[in-house]
């Protein structure tokens, strides 16, 4: 099945730090990626989707110049969180949704493992 | 106004029973997909049932079942013989078609399962 690949699971850095975070569809091109944020005990917060080759969307609220969304190829995403601040910790998850390679018929969105972000 | 609405936070259940984890949901879209994932405190999000906006019968993979009721807008996650692995975090989402053409899901706060033995 389709696999969705996010590095690194975790990050502790210092404030000022910024931090990328990559998201890769393993055996399958992803036309779209999203970026969801979620605090301690919250739900999945969209915060931007792009598709490959243009520029991401951002949902109302997110900084762009905060939060860098890369969508470069079809197999690759990143999110730079540029100059990170303690308040910018917390749990950031990657999904993507596209096509199979060899089919046409489009995928439901799959999910990266995540990753924990700590700003000291 | 909410999309997606899961009023129960946390649930509680006995080792082998069956549990029904409630959704609700609002759009004005004539096609969309209804969505169960469950999310351990591991953090991954994993995907367990959907359910299209045009789909005649009930989902159903494995334990999990999906009771889709369209005309009250609710698509209850029934898990049938429940396991202790089963303890996590579980989210309903909905997938339309937003204004700016992609289509994006959107979900639920979730409900906490515990499972005892």
């Known amino acids: 099945g389709a696999v969705v690949s996010q590095h690194p699971s975790w990050v502790i850095c210092k404030s000022g730090t910024s931090v990328k975070i990559e998201c890769r569809s393993l055996?399958?091109?992803?036309?779209?990626m999203f970026w969801y944020r979620q605090f301690p005990k919250q739900s999945l917060m969209l915060m931007a989707t792009?598709?490959?080759?243009?520029?991401?969307?951002?949902e109302q609220g997110v900084e762009k110049d905060k939060f860098l969304i890369n969508h470069a190829s079809l197999t690759l995403s990143t999110l730079t969180v540029t100059s990170a601040h303690p308040e910018d910790s917390s749990f950031y998850i990657c999904s993507a949704s596209g096509f199979l390679v060899g089919q046409t018929s489009n995928q439901p969105q799959h999910f990266g493992d995540g990753t924990r972000l700590s700003i000291l | 106004a909410q999309k997606i609405t899961q009023t129960q936070p946390g649930m509680f259940v006995q080792e082998k029973e069956a549990v029904t984890l409630d959704c609700t949901y609002d759009?004005?879209?004539?096609?969309?997909?209804l969505f169960w994932y469950k999310q351990p405190s591991s953090g991954e999000m994993i995907f367990l049932i959907y359910?299209?906006?045009?789909?005649?019968q009930n989902a159903t993979e494995g334990r999990y079942s999906l009771n889709f009721q369209k005309a009250r807008k609710s698509a209850n996650l029934v898990i049938s013989a429940s396991q202790l692995g089963d303890s996590a975090m579980y989210f309903c989402a909905m997938r339309e078609r937003a204004d700016s053409g992609y289509s994006t899901l959107t979900f639920g706060k979730g409900t906490m399962l515990l499972v005892s033995p």
């Open positions: 055996d399958f091109q992803a036309t779209t």
């Open positions: 759009t004005s879209d004539q096609s969309y997909g």
């Open positions: 359910q299209g906006s045009y789909d005649e």
């Open positions: 792009s598709n490959e080759g243009s520029k991401a969307t951002y």
